[in-house]
């Protein structure tokens, strides 16, 4: 193979690559906003209970 082509070849791969990645960010972005919101629901919830105990 000549260079131009392995050139080609790692330039469309890291391409690949980096929209894998940038998926895989996107991923744990959700994921972080949901894991906020679960927490700020489980602060809520036990306020709620030791309101309620009082």
Same mark, same amino acid.
């Given at each position: 193979? +000549?260079?131009?082509? #392995?050139?080609?070849?790692? +330039?469309?791969? +890291?391409?690949?690559?980096?929209?894998? @990645?940038?998926?895989?960010?996107?991923? @744990?972005?959700? &994921?972080?906003?949901?894991?906020? &919101?679960? #927490?700020?629901?489980?602060?809520?919830?036990?306020?709620?209970?030791?309101?309620?105990? &009082?």
């Amino acid at each position: 193979m +000549s260079k131009m082509t #392995n050139i080609v070849k790692l +330039s469309l791969n +890291s391409k690949i690559i980096t929209d894998e @990645l940038n998926g895989i960010a996107e991923t @744990l972005e959700t &994921q972080t906003d949901a894991i906020k &919101q679960i #927490n700020n629901d489980v602060e809520l919830n036990r306020i709620i209970v030791g309101h309620n105990q &009082q």
